[in-house]
């Protein structure tokens, strides 16, 4: 249900207009459809009582015929027939069936039987004649009396003589009105004497202001009346007619309530005046078309089953409001409602689908726009392809690389368009793209992978081609990615030289600071070896003073020892001077070093430790020992490290010291061996020697050896350890000698830096 309330607060304003709208002309529409079935129901209701007061109407129509003929009957067997029976027949007559208004017998009079039969009758109204016509006939003057005039002389008369149930008085001047003569009565007349039947004449308003019919059959004396029509016109002996009251044919006794009108109509005509409207309630004047639709007015047209009856029955009826029913209405708006919150539920979800789907072509726009982007940005050539092989696409540096036209490319076979080569290609080397379309899997271009564009210098190139999949997974293509390399290379090369040389410098200046701590750590030691010149110059130069003292100097020993001073100031300098350039800062000097020189500086350096420590050194230098090439300060910084680490070996034992330092040349090769009979190098010592930072010292950094080692490898050489046989360890360097080929390169690797 909340899904429900967020899904429908996404649907705009106006789409609840239209679910507002919807569920009115929804919920119109099926009440309009409920209320139809009402009427259906309402109208098979209407459509029954129609059949039962046709039947009711045929019923009494067949009554008058049967009347009427028994009447005609009865005065035909019996022609002298008493008025009284006569009068009795037709009085129970109209007790039972209220819809007869009169009957009256109309003799035969001749012409010659007018005088004796207007005798004959009793006079009621001395001033009319008997045998009388009303020319005017004009339905509300029946009663004028001047209406009436005697009847002219004819051959024949049907005077009109009883009316049972008797009229009111105003309508006894009916008495001695010639019926044949009259202009409804006379062709009806006509007709009975000559069918020998009921007739029936058209409506007529009567004396008293009703509707009527009336009925006339001939009256015979013979059984049967004769064949001809003329004999039976000629024989009839007089007539019976019978009125009845529209009204009360049409009278209904069910239903008391309803607003049913029946009206007659000849067959195809307007209903006729002759109407009789039971209704209750006035219908309204002009109903609107709501009314009408709501309400309308029901009508049927059904024809009277009697033969002599020319009338079809319009009954009508105008539908009660009570069919109106506001429980269907209630109903029908519920479900529309319903359909209306469905259809709104639906209309949301089908928004946000919708919107789901503009994001997601939104995202596919700007994704693609991107793909796009970057495809036209990178330096990486991009072409895909079809499963066919064609070319679909390239991107621009795939147009460079490749040397073509895009427009020329597309849809062509792709190798008519790049041709792959291997180098060096002992076998042949499967094709990637066709490799890449039958495993469906990324494959890498190979090593050795050329592209010889027509007409263009071949590129060596890596990359890979890689499958495309569409939605459904089925394979409809692969992307080819590639690379010159030749530029990666030059940026890789320079990049490493680059590195190189920070690492030789980086070294440079670790050896440096190494020989500064190393430096720190023999002040002292340096400091007393200083002492000892400055102290000599300083007894050489009293000497001098004292002996200038004297009355007669004597020269040559003044001068002897100014020249002792002199050398031993020297000698100072020369300390000074070398302990001055192994702490300078300087770049790396590759020159021709002399080996047994470097040991002889190590050698004074370090020449107050070793006094120090009573380590007694051995020295066997190599006479005419070829020169290496290296740099000279750094050289002396190994062979120092060596010393200075074999003299902490050396000072574990609580003997004296020794150590050996010996120069030779083996082959190619310059070696210098440091020996000492310290502690030698157990195996987890020996195995981590060249690590930095590995130490076996309190104080120790663990940097020496490691500096010493990438030293000696920077000249082309190799350092060594091990242990001696005897005890203790041995350090051991070789370095190439120098040859012409040292300079060729030192020149070469200037020029490269
Ligand atoms: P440090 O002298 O600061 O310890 P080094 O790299 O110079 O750093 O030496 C590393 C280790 O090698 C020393 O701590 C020591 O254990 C061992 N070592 C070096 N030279 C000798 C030697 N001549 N005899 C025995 N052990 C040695």
Known sequence: MRAH??????????RWLLVLLLWLALGGALALFGHTLVLERHREGFEQTARQIKQELESRLKVGETLLFGLSEMLGYHP??????????????????????????????GANERAAFEQSLPLTDPSAPYIKDHPMAIANDWRNRRGWVPAPPRALYYPWLIAAPALAKEDDALTGFDMLNDRLFGPVLQK????????????????????????????????????????RTQQASGAVVLMVRVNGLLEQHYPPSSRISVSLSLYGDAPTPL?????????????????????????????????????????????????????????????????????AVVMAQNIRTHRHHEDAVDDLYRERGHAMVTLQAINDAVLTVDTQM??????PMAVKLLGVEPEQTVGRPVYQTMQLRYEFARQAVADPIVLCLQRGQAVDLAENCVLAPPDRETLLIEGSVSPLFDRSGELFGAVMAFRNTAPLRQRMLEALEA???????????????????????????IAHELNQPLSAIVSYCQAALSLLGDDDPPKEMVVKALHSSMTQAERAGQIIQRLRAFVTKSQQQWVPVDLNLSVGNVLSLAEYDLRTSQIHVRTHLAPGLPLVFADTIQIEQVILNLLRNAIDAVQTRSDWGELTLETSLVQDKVCLSVRDNGCGLPDEVLDHLFDPFFTTKQHGMGLGLTICHSIVESFGGRLFARNRLEGGAEFRIELPRLSPGHFAQQAASERTI
């Open 499 to 525: 590195s190189e040389k920070r690492l030789r410098q980086h070294e440079v200046e670790l050896a440096r600071v190494a020989r500064l701590n190393t430096m720190g750590e023999m002040a002292s030691g």
């Open 275 to 343: 109407e009789k409207t039971l209704y209750q309630g006035t219908p309204s004047a002009n109903p609107s078309s709501l009314e009408v639709l709501l309400l309308p007015r029901l009508s049927m047209r059904l024809p009277v089953d009697v033969p002599y009856f020319p009338y079809e029955l319009v009954i009508e009826e105008q539908v009660p409001e009570g069919v109106i029913q506001p429980s269907i209405l209630l109903a029908a708006l519920a479900f529309s409602g319903l359909l209306a919150y469905l259809s």
């Open 80 to 109: 002298g027939l008493s008025v009284d029976r006569f009068y009795n027949y037709a009085l129970e007559a109209s007790r039972r069936y209220p819809f007869i208004y009169t009957m009256s017998y109309l003799p035969r009079v």
């Open 390 to 395: 064609r070319v679909r696409y390239l991107n």
């Open 192 to 231: 009975a004497f000559r069918s020998g039947e009921t007739e029936v004449t058209t409506p007529f308003v009567m004396m008293n202001g009703e509707t009527a019919l009336g009925y006339a059959r001939a009256i015979y004396h013979t059984t049967p009346p004769p064949e001809e029509p003329e004999q």
């Open 5 to 14: 309330l967020a899904l429908l607060r996404e649907l705009p304003a106006r």
